[in-house]
C-alpha cells in the first residue's frame, strides 16, 4: 500500500549510497566538539518562543524587501502609494520567509541522507543533530508564516539547487551543495533580516535559527577543507564545479528565475513595474548604497559563500573568473572589481566565530 498526500510532490530518485562506520571513537575532534555543541543547544519552539505574541505589524513594515537589493530606498519604490508600498513589503518578506522555509526542508532531508553517507562517525553524529535543528527550523519557519497569511511556492532556482544536491551520490557535492552555498547564503540573509527587523517574534525566531546555522555552516567548512587536500586535480575540479553552479542558479537563474526575478514575479498582479523597480536602483545605486557596509555591499554570495569555499581550497582562479563574470551583473557590479584579482583581493575572510558573528550587529 502506498500512501500519498494532496500536497506532495511525486517521487524524485536519488543516489543514497550507505556507509557503515566501525570505528566508533573521534577521529575527527572539530566534528565531535560541533556534535556535542549541537547537543548542548537543542531548543523547543513551543517552550522557548513565545507563539502567542501576534505579529506586530508597524513594525513588520520598515523590513527590507530582499537581502541583497535595497529596493526600498530607491525613488520608484517611494513613489508608489503607501498602501501598496505596504503590499509589496509584506509579499517581500513573505517571499524571502517561504523560501527560507522551503529551504530548510530540503536541508531536513540531505542532513538525513548525509547520516547514511558520509564515511567518519563523527560526522554521522553531528548530521544527526542537524537534521533536528533541520526540523525546528521547518516547524518554526511554517507557524510564522501562518500567522502572516500563508505560504509562497518555492523559487524555482532554489528548487533546482536543492534538487541536484539531493539527487548526488557525492557525499561532498551534498556538504558544499548545502552546508557552504545554501547554508551560506541562508545565514548571510538571517543576519541581515535579524538585525534590519524590530518585529519581535520574526527577531526572537531568527536568533535560535541562526545560531543553529553557524554551526552548520562550520560542520561544511571543517569537513570539506580536511577533505580537499587528500582530492586529486579532477575531483576537486568537479567539486569546485558543483559549488559554481549552484551559485549561479541561485544569483541568475535558468531561463531568468534566479531568486530576484522570482521576487519581482511576487508583485506581478499589483501595479508595480518591476522593470522601472530594478532600473531605478541601478541608476540610484551609488545613492542607496552610500554607507553600507562593505560586507553588504559584496552580497551574500562574494561576501560570504566565496570565503568558505576559498578557506577550503575550492576557490582558484579557473572558477573565480565565472563568479566574477555572473556577478558583475548584480546591483553591486561595482564592489565586484575591474578583473580577477581585484575581485579575489576583496573577497573577504570568513568570521573567526561565526555564531558570534551572526548573531551581531557589526560587520
Not at 500536497?7 to 536519488?14: G, K, L, N
Not at 541562526?210 to 577543507?225: C, K, L, M, P, T
Request: charged letters at 25%; a negative charge.
Amino acid at each position: 500500500m502506498e500512501l500519498k498526500t494532496d500536497t506532495q510532490e511525486p517521487d524524485m530518485e536519488t543516489a543514497m549510497k550507505v556507509v557503515y562506520q566501525w570505528n566508533y571513537g573521534s577521529e575527527l575532534e572539530e566534528l565531535r566538539r560541533l556534535y556535542v555543541k549541537g547537543a548542548q543547544q537543542q531548543w523547543v519552539s513551543e517552550r522557548d518562543i513565545d507563539w502567542e505574541q501576534p505579529i506586530d505589524m508597524a513594525k513588520f513594515a520598515s523590513m527590507p524587501i530582499s537581502s541583497t537589493i535595497p529596493f526600498e530606498k530607491c525613488s520608484y519604490f517611494r513613489s508608489l502609494p503607501d498602501e501598496t508600498r505596504w503590499e509589496v513589503t509584506r509579499r517581500g518578506v513573505a517571499f524571502r520567509l517561504s523560501n527560507f522555509l522551503h529551504g530548510e526542508q530540503g536541508a531536513l532531508m540531505v542532513a538525513s541522507q548525509l547520516v547514511n553517507a558520509v564515511p567518519h562517525t563523527d560526522a554521522k553524529f553531528y548530521a544527526a543533530t542537524q537534521t533536528m535543528d533541520e526540523a525546528r527550523h521547518v516547524e518554526v519557519f511554517a507557524a510564522y508564516l501562518e500567522k502572516l497569511g500563508g505560504t509562497q511556492p518555492i523559487a524555482p532556482g532554489l528548487k533546482n539547487v536543492l534538487d541536484e544536491t539531493l539527487k548526488t551520490g557525492n557525499w561532498m557535492q551534498k556538504l558544499v551543495g548545502m552546508q557552504i552555498v545554501v547554508e551560506g547564503l541562508a545565514l548571510f540573509a538571517f543576519r541581515r533580516m535579524r538585525n534590519l527587523t524590530e518585529e519581535p517574534l520574526l527577531r526572537e525566531l531568527l536568533m535560535y535559527v541562526s545560531r543553529d546555522e553557524a554551526r552548520h555552516h562550520a560542520y561544511g567548512v571543517q569537513y570539506i577543507e580536511r577533505c580537499v587536500p587528500e582530492m586529486g586535480d579532477a575531483e576537486r575540479m568537479e567539486l569546485e564545479d558543483f559549488a559554481l553552479e549552484a551559485s549561479r542558479i541561485l544569483v541568475t537563474g535558468q531561463n531568468d528565475n534566479g531568486l530576484i526575478t522570482s521576487l519581482l514575479q511576487a508583485f506581478s498582479d499589483l501595479d508595480v513595474d518591476a522593470v522601472a523597480l530594478m532600473e531605478s536602483v541601478r541608476a540610484e545605486r551609488d545613492e542607496i548604497t552610500a554607507g553600507m557596509p562593505r560586507l553588504q555591499q559584496l552580497g551574500p554570495v562574494a561576501g560570504f559563500v566565496l570565503p568558505g569555499l576559498k578557506r577550503c581550497g575550492l576557490l582558484s582562479e579557473r572558477v573565480a573568473s565565472h563568479y566574477h563574470d555572473f556577478l558583475q551583473g548584480t546591483v553591486n557590479a561595482a564592489t565586484m572589481g575591474d578583473d580577477v584579482a581585484e575581485f579575489m583581493e576583496r573577497i573577504p575572510g570568513l568570521p573567526e566565530d561565526t555564531a558570534a558573528w551572526v548573531l551581531s550587529e557589526v560587520d
